[in-house]
């Protein structure tokens, strides 16, 4: 398991990888700034789908990191 280090630091790059510096900046502000209530927000996120879509989405994720 990682620590919360590790998690706020790979969290990060993550974010700067994919938004650039100034995008990623300004996604942390909105966060910051509005109420999230990240239970809610992911009981919702995946409504639309099955459980199999999730797994098969989920397993095609994973086998695409080792590549």
């Known amino acids: 398991m990682l620590t919360d280090t590790e998690i706020k630091k790979k969290g990060f790059k993550i974010l700067i990888d994919k938004l650039g510096d100034v995008d990623a900046e300004k996604f942390i502000s909105l966060i910051i700034k509005e109420p999230f209530d990240y239970t809610k927000w992911q009981s919702s996120l995946w409504s639309t789908k099955s459980i199999e879509e999730i ?12 590549k």
Not at 55 to 66: F, I, R, T, V
Request: net charge positive.
């Open 55 to 66: 797994s098969e989405k989920a397993m095609d994720y994973k086998s695409n990191l080792k």
